[in-house]
């Protein structure tokens, strides 16, 4: 079986790999950072290297497609939507070797224990997701996934404000709901001096 080796931390992973164990890795960062397009690269890579993948994503994130996962930049891939970490774990199969997981902060705090598990069962898993909320807090079950996982990964996106490294997403409507599912009609990419943490709705500030 060709190995799959994505970053610098090869020496890591082949002594993971030795232990004979799976391990868990996760993609964070803003909303447009490119955290579904690396996802979408692993995942294609392992497929490369004949691998067999499953890949999940929240049935919440109803975006551009119900059976695949979509990137911002229109770059795809077929997943399952499942409403629960229980349901994604009904839908494992033995034979998988590698999990994806995208939008892990529609999930609840299950999907650590879920990864743990298949981590355990020599299945390497991978989660992107939204490491903070509108606000700028932490975005549960990210923080925690964060915490377990073997290698993590942050993206930035490009601020459309300035032009700099970008680390939040700007809600540009009138919401408090933590979760108000939507792409560039709901949140642009913002860095910490341009960042507002409460709508900012053009309504709001004219
Ligand atoms: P995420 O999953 O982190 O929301 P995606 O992988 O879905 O991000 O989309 C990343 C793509 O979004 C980029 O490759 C780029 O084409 C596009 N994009 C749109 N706005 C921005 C921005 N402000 N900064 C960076 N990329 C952006
Ligand atoms: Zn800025």
Redesign the pocket.
């Known amino acids: 079986m060709v190995e799959e080796f994505a970053f610098d931390n090869t020496e890591e992973r082949r002594k993971v790999r030795q232990n004979g164990t799976g391990w868990i890795e996760v993609i964070v960062?803003?909303?447009?950072?490119?955290?579904?397009?690396?996802?979408?690269r692993r995942l294609n890579r392992a497929r490369i290297a004949r691998q067999r993948v499953q890949f999940f994503k929240p049935r919440i994130d109803a975006r551009y497609s119900v059976a695949e996962i979509?990137?911002?930049?229109?770059?795809k891939h077929d997943s399952m939507p499942v409403s629960s970490a229980t349901e994604l774990m009904a839908a494992i199969l033995d034979e998988t070797q590698v999990v994806g997981i995208?939008e892990g902060q529609f999930f609840d705090l299950e999907l650590i224990e879920a990864a743990n598990k298949l981590a355990h069962q020599g299945k390497r898993v991978i989660i992107?997701g939204?490491d903070q909320d509108y606000t700028g807090k932490p975005f549960e079950p990210m923080p925690q996934l964060l915490c377990i996982a073997e290698f993590i990964t942050k993206?930035?996106?490009?601020?459309?404000k300035c032009g700099s490294t970008?680390n939040y997403s700007q809600r540009t409507v009138e919401s408090e709901a933590r979760v108000e599912v939507g792409?560039?009609d709901k949140y642009?990419?913002r860095c910490r001096k341009c960042f507002i943490p409460h709508a900012d709705a053009p309504t709001l500030h004219s």
């Open positions: 960062g803003s909303m447009f950072s490119g955290k579904s397009e690396e996802l979408i979509a990137s911002h930049s229109g770059h995208d992107a939204l993206t930035h996106a490009i601020c459309v970008a792409a560039a642009e990419a």
